[in-house]
């Protein structure tokens, strides 16, 4: 009887620590799994209130319970914010969620009056009742863009004012703006709003045929979503 125990015992001596770092290989290819498909907290959305097209008061409270975009553009830009609204055209349909948002804030208040908005906002498609053109007073506009840390030009710099990023924040229904991880496990912070020549998206071009961003902005909208 010893005899037969004997290997048996053996085996299961082998057998248990092989199970044993079986389980820890799976735990951390989870983990690693698990820390890839996460997105970073980068930080609480700036408090902030503004008008936006049919003429309503529109602030981060308003927000709360909705996963949304925000961007800062101009109705009279030639450049990249024909780009960035077809984006979040793309987005907005592809979405199509009472559950999500988007907020443009225009760094032309001026010219960008409500009624301008409003005529903006049918012209790109905007078709969601939580798409919200947001205009105010342009000084209080730029301290808002710089507590994103999305740049916005200088008020009073004739040759900066209208300049902006085409950088998208990402916040969820907490009310934090959040990112997902590059491929060295580094937090991205904002997303891009703009085309390029390569899916990698390395190379801009206003008339380019790749959007890497706007793919990732979806996928991680719906993550939020869940």
Known sequence: MSKNKTPKSKRNQIILPLAVIAIIFLVIGFGISYFKKSLFTVMKVPNFQLIDQNNKKVGKQDMLGKVYLVEFFYSRCPTICPIMNRNMKYIQDQINSPAFGIISISIDPENDTPEVLKNHAKMVGATSANWHFL??????????????????????????????????????????????????????????????????????????????DREKLIEDIKKLLK
Not at 137 to 164: C, M, P, T, W
Not at 193 to 207: A, Q
């Open 135 to 212: 205009t105010g007073n342009r000084a209080y506009i730029g301290e808002l863009a710089d507590q994103f840390s999305i740049y916005v030009g200088d008020k009073d710099d004739e040759a900066e004012s209208l300049n902006h990023s085409g950088m998208i924040a990402l916040v969820d229904k907490e009310g934090n703006i959040r990112c997902r991880f590059d491929e060295n496990n580094s937090p991205i912070l904002y997303y891009s709003g703009l085309n390029y020549d390569d899916p990698e998206g390395t190379k801009e071009n206003l008339v380019g045929s790749y959007h890497p």
